[in-house]
């Protein structure tokens, strides 16, 4: 499932995964000055897996929906992309499939190294079993 490059490199079209509209928003402005091609806003709403879902699928989607306006503020012809999975590091490189991006761009969630190790560490996912680029955008408060 390798992701062959477009005429357009590494930026022609980007996979933007985002949380909420100001991790949506933070994270288009991040991306903004390498002057994307395409981008494609992914929210990735967490399954379960047997037990309760950690947000009700409603909420989910309209933070999704928020998230969307977000990005298209900064690209007003960003495409939306809705994803399901129990696993998100997984989920997201699925999406990228789906969509045909030529990378993955993501700004770092913060928090610190227990809630990172609780939490999956989606960033070293992200960044050590990824099929194509990950791009790990700079963090306004430079962590």
Do not use: C
Not at 86 to 98: G, K, W
Not at 102 to 115: F, Q, V
């Amino acid at each position: 499932m390798t992701s062959e490059p477009t005429d357009e490199g590494l930026l022609g079209h980007v996979l933007l995964p985002v949380t909420d509209e100001d991790d949506a928003l933070a994270t288009a402005k991040a991306l903004e000055p390498y002057e994307p091609s395409s981008v494609t806003a992914l929210h990735v709403v967490e399954k379960g897996g047997g037990v309760p879902d950690k947000t009700p699928v409603e909420q989910s989607e309209e933070l999704a929906t928020e998230a969307y306006a977000a990005v298209r503020t900064v690209f007003p012809d960003a495409s939306e992309h809705t994803a399901y999975g129990r696993d998100v590091a997984e989920t997201i490189f699925e999406a990228a499939a789906e969509v045909d991006a030529s990378a993955i761009a993501y700004r770092s969630r913060g928090g610190n190294r227990l809630m990172q190790f609780l939490s999956g560490d989606v960033s070293l996912k992200l960044v050590t079993n990824s099929d194509r680029p990950v791009i790990a955008l700079p963090r306004e408060d430079g962590t």
